[in-house]
């Protein structure tokens, strides 16, 4: 764990699940969490023990990527990767590895979000409320909600976001005033 105080462990350790999940280095996170560059070595190499099914994936999505020169969100949307072809540079070559292990999980968050979007204008139009979805931003939406409807449209907002798709693991949303 980060020996800075001032970033809460949550924070610390979905900073670091994500960082590993898309290719950080040691470097980056001996520099980011003040660990030492042996401890975020150590860190890393202790993560992927205890968590072997992270490093399969990472491995297949870019196997798979190589392979079929593409790949693929939970609803079928395709991402090409034309850096991973032999002659491609070292440069060009990594930033593609890291991109065809971030696209099928970020891909599939976005359409999750389009689709709880959709939703949400026909349930927000179906109740004749005069909120409006104004700002998308990575995961969040942004409304414009009049006081008297907020105790409606907050739930309203949490339910439709949640039930927008079925996963293993639960969707979970909340609002914010």
């Given at each position: 764990a980060?020996?800075?105080e001032h970033i809460p462990q949550r924070l610390f350790a979905k900073s670091v699940n994500f960082g590993l999940m898309y290719g950080m280095g040691a470097f980056r996170l001996a520099r980011d969490s003040d660990l030492t560059l042996a401890e975020a070595e150590h860190?890393?190499?202790?993560?992927?023990e205890q968590f072997p099914g992270v490093r399969a994936y990472l491995d297949t999505s870019i196997e798979t990527a190589k392979t079929q020169g593409y790949l693929e969100t939970l609803f079928g949307r395709r991402r090409y990767f034309?850096?991973?072809?032999?002659?491609?540079?070292y440069q060009a070559r990594q930033a593609a590895e890291r991109e065809a292990i971030n696209m099928p999980i970020q891909g599939t968050a976005a359409d999750i979000l389009k689709i709880a979007m959709i939703n949400l204008a026909a349930a927000l139009t179906a109740g004749g409320y005069r909120a409006r979805m104004i700002l998308q931003v990575h995961d969040e939406l942004v409304l414009e909600v009049?006081?008297?409807e907020l105790d409606r449209v907050a739930p309203l907002v949490i339910e439709t976001m949640e039930a927008a798709f079925t996963l293993d693991a639960p969707?979970?949303?909340?609002?914010?005033v």
């Open positions: 980060s020996r800075d860190f890393i190499k202790a993560y992927f034309p850096g991973l072809v032999e002659g491609a540079g009049p006081d008297d969707l979970v949303a909340d609002a914010q």
